[in-house]
Each structure stands twice: as structure tokens, then as C-alpha cells.
């Protein structure tokens, strides 16, 4: 991890929760779909953050337990994964990441963990960010 790379933090049940695609049905297999799609994105970038990328995959409940894969590290919260998330950009902020300019983007929809990221300097950016394109 260097300061050059933007810290994205994903919430999977937030993102896998947004399309009613079966996910409910496998929400390991979900996860593991999404953390597959995530790759591209810690080389490539997302809209208005170059690359290279570092990608937190943040799993809760039935889907703690995948593994990280090469450019996507996968944290599984011992509890709710909105805590998780607040431990992960706190410790950013902590490093004082913003100041040295290394953004922090958080990709969710809940309202209520977009305000407790943005305490700590966090961006945050919908779950169609990291969808795949149909």
C-alpha cells in the first residue's frame, strides 16, 4: 500500500443487495462474483480515480469467509460489516492518507454509513460504480 493509490472500500451487501438478481439464494456465491468483477478495477481505476487501486471487498454473515484474490482483498466482519468499513477508513484517516492526498472512496447506498464514512473524509459512490455493465 503506497500513498499514490486510492483506498476503495466496497460494501458486498450493499452492492449485491442492489440488483434482484437470485443473489439471496448463494450469498457466498454473490460475494464471489462480485470480488471476481472488482478485479479490473485495481488496475484499471473508476471513473475519477486512476489506477492503480487498492480494492477492500467488506463481507458479512453468510458470505464471511472468501478468500481474496490477486488485486481485490477480501476483510469478513466478525459483525455488521458497516462497522468493519468505519474500522477500515478510520484507520485511513488515522494515516493520515487525506493529508498526504490518497482518497478514500467507500461504495455503498446506505445513507446512514455514507455519513459515518464522510466523518472521517471518506468519498462515497453508488453500487452502479462497481456493477457489471449489461
Given at each position: 500500500?503506497?500513498d499514490?493509490?486510492?483506498?476503495?472500500?466496497?460494501?458486498a451487501?450493499?452492492v449485491v443487495g442492489?440488483?434482484p438478481?437470485g443473489?439471496?439464494?448463494?450469498r457466498?456465491g454473490?460475494?464471489?462474483r462480485?470480488?471476481?468483477?472488482?478485479?479490473?478495477?485495481?488496475?484499471?481505476?473508476?471513473p475519477?480515480?486512476?489506477?492503480?487501486?487498492e480494492?477492500?471487498?467488506?463481507?458479512?454473515?453468510?458470505a464471511?469467509?472468501?478468500?481474496?484474490?490477486?488485486?481485490?482483498?477480501?476483510?469478513s466482519?466478525?459483525?455488521?460489516?458497516?462497522?468493519?468499513?468505519?474500522?477500515l477508513?478510520?484507520?485511513?484517516?488515522?494515516?493520515?492518507a487525506?493529508?498526504?492526498?490518497?482518497?478514500?472512496?467507500?461504495?455503498?447506498?446506505?445513507?446512514?454509513?455514507?455519513?459515518?464514512?464522510e466523518?472521517?473524509?471518506?468519498?462515497?459512490?453508488?453500487?452502479?460504480?462497481?456493477?457489471?455493465?449489461?
Amino acid at each position: 500500500m503506497t500513498d499514490e493509490h486510492t483506498l476503495v472500500v466496497v460494501d458486498a451487501a450493499n452492492v449485491v443487495g442492489s440488483v434482484p438478481d437470485g443473489w439471496w439464494r448463494d450469498r457466498r456465491g454473490a460475494a464471489e462474483r462480485l470480488r471476481d468483477s472488482l478485479v479490473p478495477y485495481a488496475a484499471d481505476g473508476l471513473p475519477g480515480f486512476a489506477g492503480p487501486l487498492e480494492v477492500v471487498l467488506v463481507v458479512e454473515g453468510a458470505a464471511r469467509g472468501v478468500d481474496s484474490v490477486a488485486g481485490v482483498r477480501v476483510e469478513s466482519a466478525p459483525g455488521e460489516g458497516d462497522d468493519r468499513i468505519v474500522e477500515l477508513v478510520a484507520g485511513w484517516a488515522f494515516e493520515a492518507a487525506p493529508d498526504a492526498g490518497r482518497a478514500c472512496v467507500v461504495v455503498t447506498a446506505d445513507r446512514a454509513l455514507r455519513r459515518r464514512v464522510e466523518a472521517y473524509g471518506a468519498r462515497c459512490a453508488g453500487p452502479r460504480t462497481v456493477r457489471p455493465r449489461d
